[in-house]
T-cell receptor
């Protein structure tokens, strides 16, 4: 079946540090890959996406590259801010069917000033 | 354009009580989904719908029922609530299958 594995948190960094949150997946076919962010007390917001191998998604200084050879979609940001503190979810949509997204368990990111 | 809205935002039920959670979207999306979010578990799909009048089971459907009588609305029902259904429930919608999903703000349900 489909699955997403991401690093468990919490991850604590200082402001302006470099961020990497690892995400690997297992899926049949050619899934689309997503990163969602959830701020305290809110729903999930799409952060970025990639729909095919070697695509790079980017938004708000965050980037992730769809690596089919390593089945990975790691999230990176060069210089984090306190406002980036949130829970980040990696997810995949296997395509071909409509049965929703498969999510990782989420990574809680804490940025200290 | 409100996007995806959910009512209520919070609810406390006693074991055995019933309730309905309402999800509404104004983006004319065909696909709608109900997820539950539990600590350390990520989000898990309960039921989904590929269009008006259709529903299908997701990963964790037991104890829930759904209906999609109108394209813009997707209802999630609990007929006899159990403490194991204490969770945060999220509704989502998408235009097409592989497209991104848009999420509502969530409903926090506690069953005592």
């Amino acid at each position: 079946g489909n699955s997403v594995t991401q690093m468990e948190g919490p991850v604590t960094l200082s402001e302006e540090a470099f961020l990497t949150i690892n995400c690997t997946y297992t899926a049949t076919g050619y899934p689309s890959l997503f990163w969602y962010v959830q701020y305290p007390g809110e729903g999930l917001q799409l952060l970025l996406k990639a729909t095919k191998a070697d695509d790079k998604g980017s938004n708000k200084g965050f980037e992730a590259t769809y690596r089919k050879e390593t089945t990975s979609f790691h999230l990176e940001k060069g210089s984090v801010q306190v406002s980036d503190s949130a829970v980040y979810f990696c997810a995949l949509n296997p395509g071909g069917g409509a049965d929703g997204l498969t999510f990782g368990k989420g990574t809680h990111l804490i940025i200290q000033p | 354009n409100a996007g995806v809205t959910q009512t209520p935002k919070f609810r406390v039920l006693k074991t055995g009580q019933s309730m309905t959670l309402l999800c509404a979207q104004d983006m004319n999306h065909e696909y709608m989904y109900w997820y539950r979010q539990d600590p350390g578990m990520g989000l898990r799909l309960i039921h989904y719908s590929v269009g008006e009048g259709t529903t299908a089971k997701g990963e964790v459907p037991d104890g829930y029922n759904v209906s999609r009588l109108k394209k813009q609305n997707f209802l999630l029902g609990l007929e006899s609530a159990a403490p194991s259904q204490t969770s945060v429930y999220f509704c989502a919608s998408s235009y097409r299958v592989a497209y991104e999903q848009y999420f509502g703000p969530g409903t926090r349900l506690t069953v005592t």
